[in-house]
């Protein structure tokens, strides 16, 4: 079992910036992947983001520009930082761990946090 921990979400407005951070506890495999998703109003669930434990990177072609994900393995942690947020970044953002290098076996969600970017 893993358990993740998201904070980081709320209110900004347009052109302004917010930090995601997610935790993860229990049995980590030394060599997973975590990422965000993200789920606005009437949307699907996308992916965002996700970092692999050796660092390799992969972005939604929405996020490449003006978000970056980055990760403490000490910590078991990753983050993102999201900048020139718009209204269309509104939703609600979910952290997922994944065992190994990608999501075909065991993986976990966060509860997700609410980002909210007024225009």
């Known amino acids: 079992q893993v358990q993740l921990v998201e904070s980081g979400g709320g209110l900004v407005q347009a052109g302004g910036s917010l930090r995601l951070s997610c935790t993860a506890s229990?049995?980590?495999?030394?060599?997973?992947?975590m990422g965000w998703y993200r789920q606005g109003p009437g949307k699907q669930r996308e992916l965002v983001a996700n970092?692999?434990?050796?660092?390799?990177?992969n972005y939604a072609e929405s996020a490449k520009v003006r978000f970056t994900i980055s990760r403490d393995n000490a910590k078991n942690t990753v983050y993102l930082q999201m900048n020139s947020l718009k209204p269309e970044d509104t939703a609600v953002y979910y952290c997922?761990?994944?065992?190994?290098?990608?999501?075909?076996?065991?993986?976990?969600w966060g509860q997700g946090t609410q980002v909210t970017v007024s225009s």
């Open positions: 970092i692999i434990s050796d660092g390799r990177t």
């Open positions: 997922r761990y994944c065992s190994g290098t990608g999501c075909s076996g065991f993986n976990s």
């Open positions: 229990g049995s980590i495999f030394s060599v997973n992947a």
